[in-house]
């Protein structure tokens, strides 16, 4: 399984980050939960390992970025992979989860 994300470097700079500063942030919360980052172009995209907890560790930093404020106006895309083929735009049902945030 797999996410990959891509961002609106015009929203990045207006909201005052640096993409340099969003892309690390995203990949050591990744990162730090062994799942594995395979590129940090264009799109920015983090691979399970095989480990039996990297299903639950991914979408508990996806679910993290989706509530985050900064993140929905950043993103131009976060597409989430399973191993059976099937993909979900991860991004476009981010309101779902804001909605819960209120």
Excluded: H, P
Excluded at 27 to 56: H, I, M, P, Q, W
Excluded at 63 to 79: H, Q
């Amino acid at each position: 399984m797999k996410v990959e994300m891509t961002f609106k470097d015009s929203s990045i700079i207006s909201s005052g980050y640096k993409k340099a500063d969003v892309y690390q942030t995203i990949k050591s919360s990744f990162t730090k939960r062994g799942l594995l980052c395979y590129s940090d172009n264009d799109v920015l995209a983090f691979e399970d390992t095989g480990n039996e907890n990297d299903y639950a560790y991914m979408w508990n930093v996806i679910m993290s970025l989706l509530k985050s404020d900064w993140f929905i106006n950043c993103a131009a895309s976060c597409t989430f992979f399973d191993d059976d083929d099937s993909e979900e735009d991860v991004l476009s049902q981010a309101w779902k989860v804001q909605k819960l945030r209120a």
